[in-house]
């Protein structure tokens, strides 16, 4: 055995060491799920032919123009195609600018060919002559080229509004109903990403990037899809206005608005018409007016827009600066009432008259809304009770249900308080079809903006600007839908982040040989996260004992802690431009509006701080606790995956997860973080770590075996009931009578009525010892009575079910009616 071979035995053991070290202090629960590079490489690859005709396509902007020496000769074959061919859209200008990193990332993963960057090639130019391309060599015959495309899979990193440009290209390919449309995936790279909050792919670029873009990507060429609506807008104006509308829309030489509704004497002799396809929401006024002056800052001045906090500071300036908290409304009649310059006309479902709808007094901005989350996943159209539907007309809203909402908000107050979900929105209707009318007056410019992408409407003092939305006839696109992991930077629970960190480690450092190379890597960024990051790495592989000594570990601390002295100096000189361009701004405000904004500012953070602080937090936690053997894991695998898991398992460690319930299919769902609470008596202790944020506690019995464990039962139940935050919280408590399926399994009712028994024993005795004797923190029932559940504080409820048989229907629905959205 020569020198090298030895190292590498002895790092692997070592390796196996740390393991045995990690279950000896309890993390035998924790498994490193991590993604090979390699295996998904092979999945997501084109071969290269492909990837080099499609490539040589674009450039030449000619579907047809194929190089003949690129070709295999007979064409490629079947097998030769990847399961999951995918391509990669990034637009580096969106949110934090990762863009280039990531960029550089992706192709490390797959390919140069298969990652673009919108700057340089635009999505209709990938439609119209990279995607003709394979579809052409398909078409002759290249079997491998027919499969590529069946299964081409696309992702796109960045905002909502990078998103619906991509979406609106790749409609192009259904004109002919013929088409596939390959489903699309995201990875969030804007501000709000609320087309990526609705399909579970997360609000945020993650601080474990590396890592969780690997995965993100394991994921994706996996994934179930999910139906989106796609709806047309026109935009129909004099023909002597100047507009620079944004990417999504685009010059039409036809007037397409409907003939239904006359225009009148309003519509302009002739027209200038743009289209466009949207996928969120349209909105119209004072939102719309802040986010384009945040976008033209941020195009004039990127070094501002440095992430997704910065950005919303920003934005938050401008909407004190703007008019939009405080409203200057005599002298600026631009800040006014939507009311003066608007008229809505709507088509409901199954009816081919326009009905025109009053546009409510002092709302200044107006929304169509396709899916439930806008402002980086607000839900301003509220969960709707049934008798306010019936009363108004409408349905539950969904995002497939070829309906969009309209509502409206009055002023930043009534935003901020819509957003933090206090009240709802102006609800104005719920239409199939919608025509916005602006008209000018004293309005030289109107605001509109269309999935986080803004524009300056003018306005014509004589004729008429229509906006007409509709759903966009023949056209389905399809979402992943990614609930497992997502990619952000809030982690739940210790095994996931665990997971990441051990991932991410593995990119930068383990897979390394020499002491150098790792030097390299972890000494390679450019900002103070990463170089906490690369601390946390390099004592993470000395931990785990990869090769690396302890001495070159402190020399290579050393090193980092020198990187972050340099990049804390680049941080200043930063912040500095930052200073100055902030002076420039605020010296070009009037006074008298500084003043204002400063006060607003000041007022929303009182204002928001004292609700934090009275206002109970919403917890999503349920606790699973109960004897050992009463079938809680089994229990909770079912309600997460559907299955149940492999039998009975005594837990040593709690088992817990963040998920939405498998039988819940609506985007509206919020996830239950379900934990599984070690039934021993020597971990029950546990279950105190829990208990302050419990929404709510299923107490687990074996209703099978229940007679000789009713006592042991009912004293921990006895314990649960009299803790201090239970009672205080007023926790729900379900007594789940578990195993129901079973012939000799008893009844609830028997179950119940045993444990009250038990219970008022238990509760007689305990009162007779002394109060400095007593464990528990307050005395259940009602003296002079004899105990029952229903004297308890807080309400106790009993339900059957079946772990093993998948009936669970009762502690869904109690779990449903603790966690709500």
């Keep these: ?82 399961h999951a061919p995918m391509v990669v859209f990034i637009n580096p200008k969106s ?103 609705s399909f579970g792919w997360g609000g945020s670029f993650p601080f474990a990037w590396r890592s969780a873009v690997k995965r993100t990507l394991h994921r994706a060429s996996m994934g179930p899809v999910a139906r989106l609506d796609s709806w047309k807008i026109l935009v129909s104006m004099p023909s002597g206005e100047v507009v620079d509308p944004p990417y999504s829309l685009k010059a039409s030489e036809e007037n397409e608005l409907d003939q239904g509704l006359e225009a009148g004497v309003d519509a302009p002799p002739v027209a200038k018409t743009y289209e466009g396809v ?96 806008y402002g980086s996943g607000s839900h301003p159209w509220g969960n709707l009770k049934p008798d306010y539907l019936e009363k108004r007309g409408f349905v539950e809203a969904h995002s497939d249900d070829g309906l969009i909402e309209i509502f409206a ?10 957003m933090t979900e206090l009240i709802s929105a102006k609800h104005i209707a719920q239409a199939a079809a919608v025509r916005f009318e602006l008209r000018g007056g004293d309005w030289k410019d109107a605001f509109l903006q269309m999935d986080g992408e803004p524009w300056k409407q003018p306005m014509n003092p004589e004729y008429s600007t229509f906006v007409e939305i509709k759903k966009k006839a023949r ?71 990869v090769g690396v000594s302890h001495t070159a570990t402190f020399r290579h601390l050393d090193e980092a802690v020198e990187s972050m002295e340099k990049n804390l100096e680049d941080l200043k000189i930063v912040a500095e431009q930052w200073l100055n361009q902030g002076t420039e701004l605020v010296q070009q405000i009037p006074p008298n509006q500084l003043y204002a904004a400063i006060g607003v500012l000041l007022f929303t953070i009182i204002f928001f701080f004292s609700i934090r602080l009275f206002r109970r937090t919403k917890f999503n936690t349920v606790l699973l606790s109960g004897l050992s053997g009463s079938g809680k894991t089994v229990l909770f695998y079912r309600l997460r995956d559907g299955s149940s898991h492999q039998g009975s398992v005594t837990s040593m460690e709690p088992n817990e997860g963040t998920f939405v319930l498998h039988t819940e299919n609506t985007k509206k769902t919020k996830p239950v973080h379900l934990v599984d609470v070690p039934g021993h008596s020597r971990l029950r202790s546990k279950l105190e ?51 129901t399926d079973k012939i000799t399994a008893h009844t609830k009712e028997f179950i119940r009525k045993q444990m009250e028994k038990e219970i008022e024993k238990l509760r007689v005795s305990r009162s007779a010892v002394s109060t400095a004797d007593i464990a528990n923190d307050f005395t259940l029932g009602i003296e002079g009575e004899v105990f029952s559940f229903t004297h308890c504080l807080n309400k106790v409820t009993v339900a059957e079910a079946s772990g093993l048989t998948g009936e669970t229907e009762q502690v869904q629905e109690f779990i449903r009616e603790y966690v709500k959205p």
């Design 409 to 418: 908000f009055k002023h930043g107050w009534h935003a901020s308080f819509v």
């Design 689 to 739: 770590e829990y208990l302050p944020r419990a929404a709510a506690i299923v107490f687990v019995v074996d209703a099978l075996e229940f007679l000789p464990n009713c006592r042991a039962a009912s004293e921990y139940l006895y314990d649960i009931l009299t803790n201090a935050s239970v009672v205080k919280n007023k926790i729900p408590v379900l007594l789940c009578c578990n195993k």
């Design 1 to 82: 055995m020569d020198a090298t071979t030895e190292k590498f035995v002895a790092s692997r053991s070592s390796t196996v060491d740390s393991t045995a070290a990690m279950r000896g202090c309890g993390l035998a629960n924790l498994t490193w799920v991590g993604v090979d590079k390699e295996e998904l490489r092979q999945r997501l690859l084109m071969p290269e032919y492909l990837r080099l005709v499609m490539r040589d396509c674009i450039k030449r902007k000619d579907a047809s123009a194929i190089p003949d020496h690129l070709l295999l000769p007979g064409g490629g074959v079947a097998d030769m195609a990847p």
């Design 95 to 197: 949110g934090g600018r990762h863009g280039p990193v990531l960029k550089e990332r992706l192709q490390q993963l797959m390919s140069d060919e298969q990652v673009f960057d919108l700057t340089e090639v635009k999505p209709h130019e990938f439609v119209r002559y990279g995607l003709a391309c394979l579809e052409k060599v398909a078409a002759e015959g290249d079997e491998c080229a027919k499969e590529c495309r069946a299964r081409l899979r696309i992702m796109v990193a960045g905002g909502d509004g990078t998103v619906g440009w991509v979406l609106g290209c790749l409609g192009e390919l259904n004109k002919d109903e013929t088409s596939h449309i390959p489903p699309v995936g995201v990875i969030p790279l804007g501000t709000g990403n609320d087309l990526s909050r």
């Design 475 to 545: 056209i389905q696109i399809w979402l992943f839908e990614q609930k497992d992991l997502r990619i952000e930077g809030r982690i739940t629970g210790f095994d996931e982040y665990m997971n990441l960190v051990l991932d991410e480690a593995e990119e930068v450092s383990i897979k390394k040989n020499t002491r150098k190379q790792l030097g390299e890597i972890l000494l390679k960024g450019d900002n103070i996260t990463l170089m906490m990051n690369t601390l946390v790495h390099i004592l993470l592989c000395a931990s785990f004992q």
């Design 278 to 373: 949207f996928y969120n929401y349209l909105s119209i006024g004072m939102d719309a007016q802040v986010a384009y002056g945040f976008h033209h800052l941020r195009n004039t001045k990127p070094y501002l827009a440095q992430g997704p906090i910065s950005n919303k500071l920003i934005y938050s300036g401008f909407s004190c600066t703007q008019g939009w908290f405080c409203t200057p409304c005599v002298s600026d009649p631009g800040l006014r009432g939507l009311r003066n310059i608007l008229k809505i006309h709507i088509k409901k479902v199954n009816c081919s008259q326009w009905e025109e709808i009053a546009v409510p007094q002092n709302v200044r901005s107006v929304v169509a809304l396709n899916l439930q989350s």
